[in-house]
């Protein structure tokens, strides 16, 4: 049975851990499922352990589910969840509601359309299928209303991730496929005060070498289920030197222990 990215997800952490393990970089296990903690904390041989946020790929960072009910788009159920007041947050600051109901330069192919899933008006968890025969056939009407071409996105500062990660008492962000940078500058290990002194290439800045978007979109889930939901993705623009956690070339969780082996990275740590 294949693996959900959740499982895959969680898969990595474990094996990065193992990796790092037998050069003494990680330390106190993973984060899993938790929302709130470092996916990995890592340390070198002068300083305590500080986080360092994994991705196996440039993907989403978060999100949030949407509902439309009243004649108008709203935030899904939060619940105190980190990650969803995060997406709400800068939601909210970047006015996406707005966008999406009433004006605003990124939602024009998408306000005025009635969706067919909406939310009972007196009970918004409670979802409803109007003017469609099933959730499936919803499904194919909705896409035709708010496919990928009609998606919003709005770009987004990419120090907002880091600033979210650093919430979470990170340091460091590591990409399996891109690799290891900084977050807005954080350096709590002092690894490129190392590499400067072998005449070494920084690690590079998340918020410099990335770029973010707000993405609105319909998600399908299977079995005919589907979603609205709001996700905090992004993408690389500049890959970095280092990686302490590379993944290996076609698997999606698999560390590439001869590449980290090898990889310059290691001698910051010692």
């Keep these: 049975m294949a693996q959900s990215a959740g499982q895959e997800g969680f898969e990595y952490e474990k094996k990065a851990y193992a990796a790092l393990g037998k050069y003494k970089i990680s330390t106190g296990g993973v984060a899993g499922a938790s929302h709130d903690k470092p996916d990995l904390s890592i340390k070198s041989a002068t300083r305590p352990p500080s986080g360092c946020e994994l991705k196996t790929t440039p993907t989403a960072a978060g999100s949030l589910v949407l509902k439309y009910f009243g004649g108008k788009w709203s935030y899904g159920d939060r619940g105190g969840d980190p990650e969803k007041e995060f997406i709400y947050q800068i939601g909210e600051k970047f006015n996406l509601l707005k966008e999406l109901n009433?004006?605003?330069?990124?939602?024009?192919?998408?306000?005025?359309?009635?969706?067919?899933?909406?939310?009972?008006?007196?009970?918004?968890?409670?979802?409803?299928?109007?003017?469609?025969?099933?959730?499936?056939?919803?499904?194919?009407?909705?896409?035709?209303?708010?496919?990928?071409?009609?998606?919003?996105?709005?770009?987004?500062?990419?120090?907002?991730?880091?600033?979210?990660?650093?919430?979470?008492?990170?340091?460091?962000?590591?990409?399996?496929?891109?690799?290891?940078?900084?977050?807005?500058?954080?350096?709590?290990?002092?690894?490129?005060?190392?590499?400067?002194?072998?005449?070494?290439?920084?690690?590079?800045?998340?918020?410099r070498s990335s770029e973010a978007i707000l993405r609105v979109r319909a998600q399908y889930k299977g079995g005919g289920m589907y979603q609205f939901v709001v996700a905090f993705a992004f993408r690389i623009t500049k890959k970095s030197t280092y990686n302490i956690a590379p993944l290996l070339r076609g698997s999606k969780s698999d560390v590439d222990v001869k590449a980290l082996a090898v990889n310059p990275i290691l001698m910051a740590f010692t």
Excluded at 106 to 118: A, D, F, I, M, N
Excluded at 128 to 143: E, P, R, T, W
Aim: hydrophobic share 30%; glycine share 8%.
């Design 102 to 207: 009433s004006s605003g330069p990124y939602g024009r192919q998408w306000r005025g359309k009635t969706p067919h899933l909406q939310n009972d008006p007196k009970n918004p968890r409670v979802k409803l299928v109007v003017g469609a025969k099933s959730m499936q056939d919803a499904y194919n009407k909705d896409i035709k209303l708010f496919g990928q071409q009609n998606e919003v996105r709005i770009r987004v500062p990419a120090q907002f991730i880091s600033a979210y990660y650093i919430k979470k008492r990170c340091s460091y962000i590591n990409v399996g496929t891109d690799g290891f940078y900084t977050l807005n500058g954080k350096d709590d290990l002092g690894l490129n005060t190392k590499l400067s002194k072998n005449k070494m290439t920084p690690i590079p800045d998340f918020s």
